[in-house]
């Protein structure tokens, strides 16, 4: 049992990966500061024993009272919508908090893993992504400040590694999806179903033929398991991701399937910087951690649409009980 720190534990993985180091009897120390969340998204997760919230901004230092083992870093928002509303603050996320939490653990003498992502390829050159790829990243792009404040957060946490010997551990993180995104979160799982549920439009942009490698959330939460556990490593970043891509127009189809919707298709111009093909090699995923995804697309859709239409019955029936209340009058 370790009392592990989960910086970023009310975001959508973060929650996943707080329940399950609780399953295993660990004691989890969730930051957050919500400002890409709410309390409310943590809901059972509160009241379990061995949980503990602390409500900041990883920006400032953390000044804990009790001995902590190990650091998961999961901390900033992932959808461009939510990165690119204050990229500043995004960059400092990444740079500055990484930092502040790196010195935590030189401090408690505890073993860190840095979650970083896919988008530190840019929109890359060579398919499938190997991480001995360098990436072709646009530095004063709109989407840089998410794509080079994690490339940063790696140079850290491989110089604290070199500078003064801290066990840190690096994963990209490509696509990921499941129960528990939040409907508005502006990436494009959510962006389908719920357009699909409510018959409205898909807004496909490009041609539609720009891939990305969708991992449902229970498999990367047992990889970063997998790669935190592990007795040693070398500090190189491990991909985790689906090796199996998808085109956007086949991604579209599957959700109007799945959906049974009748929404048409709306093309829209791509965004600047938006990659063109996400494809991850795990070939070292593989090897080192015998790690594999093992759920198909299509059932792991089926449960994340069955999560979000439920989501959007209870919104549903909360704005109609609202609009039901009679107007009240205040007799002076």
Known sequence: MHNILVTGGAGFIGR????????????????????????????????????????????????????????????????????????IQTLKTNVVGTLNLLELARQHGARLLQASTSEVYGDPLTSPQHESYNGNVNPIGPRACYDEGKRCAETLCSDYRRQFQLDTRIVRIFNTYGPGMQIDDGRVITNFVAQALNNQPITVYGDGLQTRSFCY????????????????????????????????????????????????????????????????????????????????????????????????????????????????????
């Open 217 to 332: 959330v229970a498999d990367l939460v047992d990889g970063l398991q997998r790669l935190m556990a592990l007795p040693d490593h070398n500090g190189e970043p491990v991909n985790l991701g689906n090796p199996e891509p998808v085109n956007m127009l086949q991604l579209a189809s599957l959700i109007q399937h799945l959906c049974h919707s009748r929404s048409p298709l709306f093309h829209r111009p791509l965004p600047q910087d938006d990659p063109l093909q996400r494809e991850p090699n795990i070939e070292r995923a593989r090897q080192l951690l015998g790690w594999l995804p093992s759920t198909p697309l299509s059932e792991g859709l089926q449960r994340t649409i069955a999560a979000l239409q439920s989501r959007l019955e209870q919104d549903n029936a909360c704005n109609n009980a609202q609009s039901a209340q009679p107007d009240t009058v205040q007799i002076l």
């Open 16 to 87: 996943h990966l707080c329940q399950a180091l609780l399953d295993e009897g660990h004691n989890v120390i969730c930051v957050d500061d919500f400002s890409s969340s709410h309390p409310n998204d943590l809901g059972p997760l509160r009241a379990q024993t061995g949980f503990q919230l602390i409500e900041q901004d990883i920006c400032a230092p953390l000044d804990l009272p009790f001995k902590i083992e190990r650091i998961f870093n999961l901390a900033s928002p992932a959808s461009p919508v939510r990165y690119q509303l204050d990229p």
